[in-house]
């Protein structure tokens, strides 16, 4: 099933995302991970792209197929163009097809250091517009509620996301962010400018001080004084910071629900006990927005 669809079936669309384990190790060691995710019933899950690009160094569309025939899972394979040429992505996107992988997140990527973009991509849209033309897969793309780190501004990257729709993206999945206020306002200047598929929300529960402040550096995400507050309170408490990073995702995530929000997409690192804990308390409230729309 296309991902866009399940917006059309449920009020409410819960999802995880993991990443494949380093080239060196066995796909093996990630399924006790997916065992515990899988309990959770999530309505897909997806799959970073790893490194390396071919059927041996990249472990993406075999983890995607393993999501979804050994877990039963819709899975979603992340794929990034920069530096591609054209025979390179048809051959990753033949091997999805293979696998029966059906939903790709269309990603440029990033651009390390002062390194120089060649190749037959050099941005999302044209990766887009490519899977598009006769591939049949349903197509994801990223969307970022403070604006891209490369964007002038706002507004500038929302026209880029309209591209990115008019390309052929039917479902966004956000870039994360710590204050909802941001989130909302981006969705209103997203509607203002016509966009209308199905956008999730990205959330991931910090459970340490160096992950924050990498996040941070990465892709320059606001960091409220309510949640700067936890981090000195508790950055030499392991487990204090933990629970209490957990405590504050939760927080946004009830928020966005009972804002309206269609779909939440939880950042997991792979930490099955993050998603439990997030899912243990809120699966009440996720219930009940599916069953009125299920009326």
Do not use: W
Not at 22 to 43: A, G, M
Not at 177 to 191: A, I, S
Request: net charge neutral; proline share 3%; hydrophobic share 35%.
């Amino acid at each position: 099933m296309h991902i866009n669809n399940l917006f059309k079936e449920k009020g409410l669309v819960f999802s995880f995302e993991i990443f494949p384990p380093k080239v060196t190790s066995p796909i093996e060691t990630i399924y006790d991970t997916l065992e515990e995710l899988r309990d959770l019933e999530p309505d897909y899950i997806s799959v970073t792209y790893g490194a390396g690009g071919s059927s041996k160094g990249n472990k993406t569309s075999e983890l995607s197929s393993l999501v979804k025939s050994k877990y039963g899972i819709e899975p979603l394979a992340h794929l990034t163009c920069i530096n591609s040429n054209k025979d390179f992505m048809e051959m990753i996107l033949q091997e999805l097809k293979e696998k029966k992988v059906e939903n790709i997140l269309a990603l440029r990527g990033d651009v390390l250091g002062k390194t120089k973009i060649s190749g037959d991509f050099n941005n999302a849209c044209k990766l887009i517009e490519y899977i598009k033309k006769n591939k049949g897969f349903g197509i994801s793309a990223a969307c970022y509620p403070e604006g891209h780190i490369e964007s002038k501004n706002l507004q500038q990257d929302i026209e880029v996301l309209k591209m990115k729709v008019e390309a052929g993206a039917e479902h966004l999945i956000s870039q994360l962010f710590f204050d909802n206020n941001c989130f909302y306002n981006f969705l209103d200047k997203v509607e203002q400018k016509g966009i209308k598929v199905p956008i999730q929300a990205g959330i991931m529960p910090v459970t340490n001080k160096r992950q924050i402040e990498r996040i941070v550096s990465l892709c320059g995400s606001n960091v409220p004084l309510k949640f700067i507050k936890i981090l000195e309170k508790y950055e030499y408490d392991k487990e204090a910071l933990r629970d209490a990073g957990i405590a504050y995702a939760m927080d946004q995530i009830v928020d966005l629900i009972s804002t309206g929000v269609r779909g939440i997409h939880l950042y997991t690192m792979n930490n099955p006990y993050i998603a439990k804990k997030i899912n243990e308390n809120i699966g009440s409230v996720i219930n009940s927005i599916n069953k009125k729309q299920a009326v």
